[in-house]
């Protein structure tokens, strides 16, 4: 149960992250501070930035084992990202699965990162 408190504290975290920074993004592409290519790869920026840093930070507070907590943090995100894209009836094509792959790598790196930086000390 302790477990589980600690994967869904990192998910909310991220969830938290994400959202507070895609409103201020968003808020600067809606008055046309940044124009649209930017736009685009400050999404992607964001989520994947959110991901890494907090994969890290799960990876540095785990024992052992950190391509497996990342896998998980990135695997439980990517159910629920799935979750909100069929109540929003989206259509999956190649572009989501590869997104979907960059965040489990991305994920993966963080907490192996991390739980190399944890053994260090």
Not at 14 to 28: A, D, K, P, Q
Not at 44 to 68: D, E, P, R, T
Not at 109 to 121: C, H, Y
């Given at each position: ?14 969830f ?36 890494f ?69």
């Amino acid at each position: 149960m302790a477990y589980l408190k600690k994967l869904g504290k990192f998910l909310l975290i991220t969830f938290i992250s994400i959202i507070i920074f895609g409103l201020i993004l968003n808020t600067f592409y809606y008055f046309d501070i940044i124009n649209n290519n930017v736009y685009n790869i400050m999404k992607l920026v964001i989520v994947l930035g959110s991901l890494f840093i907090n994969a890290f930070f799960l990876g540095k507070n785990s024992s052992k084992y950190g391509l497996v907590e990342g896998l998980k943090l990135g695997g439980i995100f990517l159910i629920i990202m799935f979750i909100i894209k069929l109540l929003m009836n989206s259509s999956f094509d190649i572009r989501t699965i590869i997104y979907s792959f960059i965040i489990l790598l991305t994920t993966s790196v963080g907490a192996v990162i991390g739980i190399n930086r944890n053994e260090t000390k």
